[in-house]
């Protein structure tokens, strides 16, 4: 038989044999399924004596007890309790936690202060829980005391409801003829409760937002819900917050940085990129292929730039700026040998100031005609008069997809041939670069990696890490999945970085064992300045600050000992060891920390010690005026 079960039984026949009289109440909570989450097995009166609970197999479930404000006392907010005492309701449970030698169980002596509520955290069947106290004979008995298990649902999805009672065998022996039924005082004065009422909206529609369940206050007989003052003897329900709309959310075209505007005074131009992204969750979002997003590229590429009005240059003198003109070059060859064509010349802006007037410009380029061609030219020379205009040059499609399965993207580059008067090929005609293409192989899963963090460490070598996510495609959305549905070349997760070199630190030792028991001793440790190699450096108050260094003595068993508490040397020792200069000199001896200037006297009368200065100078003293302090 258990141990806590054998407990309360002779607490029962303790009470027996001594004539206490009471009631006894023993009964078995059998009902095998349950909502996930807390659910009640019975609720304790006040005043039960003996009280004793126990699980009649091992199981995954625990035992839990809910105080009358709500709380609970063991295995709340699914944490575990080890076993131990734990009092409260004016007694003190000892609880037993299940292990191989023994079954999950809790008792108390009682008399209980206040009902508690016995609660199991149901995980999967339930193999059965006994249950059994004492009503003193002071207090009647009803004849179904068990008032009916609450549930408190652990779906994220659903409120936090009272459910059905469930069933339970119960027995009851009158050790003294009550007739008064009994009700515990709790159920008397309890008419308003807090109850959960569905969640708030989620903080965000993809990507993993979080919303809280709400509380509203209820008339408890009716279940009708009244204004929150009602409730407010109660403690309001901590606020719970679940995950919510955890799926990613779907492409989408994000801006990189402007570039430099294009000059550096006046109106200029300035061009960023788009890029396709994905967020996972908000800690994560990757770039993926940009034939993934599916919407139009709407927002802007381009921007007007605005800098500093550009200031021209204007002599004070009678001699004038000659004006912009334009300079032009001589006609080149007519394109063509026979027939018609064309030639070019170059216009050039010579001006000490303000730029030439575009509308003056003359013309670059006119017509010739260097007679009729006696043959028909060939179809070479009609496609190379063709391709005097700027022309789009473009690569041919990238061989595969760059998706080993599924939908992926083939690219290729796009070139512009200019012309001969640097003449810029029509964008609107500009062939595209990227196209989405689809492998004949089925995704199961597909790797996507993040940023990486910072270096973990600030000097010499550290550690970055970011996150790896398997995500595949279901129903037509992504999704993330367990890491089994990738491929086994996994992206690493975690890479050396390498910060500045680190500069030299200060060192300590553990603490020695006191030099005395009693009537004051010391205790020392090593104390040292050393760089990265290990050694201490040469100059190390340059290296290591003097302000920053750890003490390296301190007193310890600072009483009188016991035997000289009344002996007449008493005194005499006492002041024996505080001048002992062994305990009295905190500083241990360093070499390298030393006086180099003979007023290192004035320097502390005067309290220059804070200044880094005379801390060089005056080492030692500063540093033994430091410990003393301490």
């Not at 105080?67 to 009092?87: A, D, R």
Request: glycine share 6%; hydrophobic share 25%.
């Amino acid at each position: 038989m258990d141990r806590a079960i054998l407990f309360a039984l002779l607490i029962s026949l303790t009470c027996f044999s001594s004539s206490c009289g009471g009631h006894l109440i023993d009964g078995i909570f059998t009902e095998p399924t349950l909502e996930r989450g807390y659910n009640l097995v019975a609720t304790v009166p006040r005043g039960a004596l003996a009280l004793n609970v126990t699980q009649l197999r091992h199981t995954e479930n625990y035992l839990a007890i809910k105080l009358q404000n709500g709380t609970y006392l063991l295995n709340g907010n699914y944490s575990i309790n080890l076993s131990g005492k734990y009092p409260a309701a004016g007694t003190t449970f000892t609880y037993l936690r299940q292990s191989p030698q023994n079954l999950e169980s809790f008792s108390a002596i009682g008399p209980l202060h206040e009902p508690i509520d016995v609660m199991v955290l149901y995980q999967e069947p339930n193999p059965g829980i006994v249950y059994r106290y004492i009503i003193p004979g002071s207090v009647s008995v009803p004849p179904n005391p068990h008032l009916g298990p609450k549930t408190v649902s652990a779906k994220a999805s659903e409120p936090i409801v009272p459910s059905v009672p469930h069933k339970k065998i119960e027995t009851g022996t009158n050790i003294n003829d009550a007739t008064q039924t009994y009700l515990p005082r709790r159920y008397k004065k309890r008419k308003f409760i807090w109850k959960a009422s569905g969640f708030t909206e989620c903080s965000r529609t993809c990507g993993g937002g979080i919303q809280m369940i709400r509380y509203v206050c209820i008339r408890e007989h009716t279940q009708t819900q009244v204004p929150e003052k009602r409730c407010h003897a109660l403690e309001k329900p901590r606020e719970t917050q679940t995950r919510c709309n955890t799926m990613p959310c779907p492409p989408k075209w994000r801006p990189g940085p402007w570039s430099d505007c294009s000059v550096t005074c006046g109106t200029g131009n300035r061009v960023r990129e788009l890029e396709c992204v994905q967020e996972i969750k908000p800690s994560l979002i990757m770039r993926i292929a940009d034939g993934a997003c599916m919407e139009p590229k709407i927002l802007p590429t381009n921007e007007v730039c605005e800098m500093p009005a550009c200031e021209y240059e204007t002599k004070t003198t009678t001699t004038t700026l000659s004006p912009p003109q334009w300079s032009v070059g001589t006609w080149s060859p007519c394109s063509t040998t026979c027939g018609p064509g064309k030639k070019t010349r170059t216009a050039n802006c010579i001006t000490q100031g303000p730029p030439c007037d575009l509308e003056e410009k003359p013309i670059t380029q006119e017509a010739c005609d260097l007679g009729p061609c006696t043959t028909k030219p060939p179809q070479t020379n009609i496609i190379s008069t063709r391709l005097q205009s700027p022309q789009w040059l473009y690569t041919e499609w990238s061989e595969g997809c760059s998706a080993e399965c599924g939908i992926g993207v083939q690219t290729r580059k796009v070139f512009c041939e200019k012309g001969p008067e640097e003449e810029f090929c029509e964008e609107s005609t500009r062939p595209e670069t990227a196209r989405t293409c689809s492998s004949n192989r089925t995704c199961s899963g597909q790797w996507f990696s993040g940023p990486w963090s910072e270096c973990s460490s600030e000097c010499d070598g550290g550690e970055q890490v970011r996150e790896a996510v398997c995500v595949t495609t279901l129903r037509g959305s992504l999704r993330v999945v367990l890491d089994m549905n990738c491929p086994a070349n996994k992206p690493e997760t975690r890479r050396a970085c390498n910060g500045p070199p680190c500069t030299s630190m200060w060192f300590i030792s553990d603490w020695t064992e006191c030099s005395r028991s009693c009537g004051k001793g010391i205790q020392k440790r090593e104390v040292k300045c050393l760089n990265k190699d290990g050694q201490t450096p040469d100059h190390y108050e340059l290296h290591c600050k003097e302000n920053d260094r750890p003490i390296s003595r301190r007193t310890c068993n600072d009483y009188p000992c016991r035997d000289d508490m009344h002996g007449a040397e008493n005194h005499h020792r006492v002041l024996q060891v505080q001048n002992d200069p062994e305990i009295s000199n905190g500083l241990e001896e360093n070499p390298l920390c030393k006086d180099t200037i003979s007023n290192c006297n004035l320097v502390l009368q005067a309290r220059l010690c804070t200044y880094q200065f005379y801390q060089q100078l005056c080492c030692l003293s500063c540093s033994r005026a430091k410990q003393e302090l301490e």
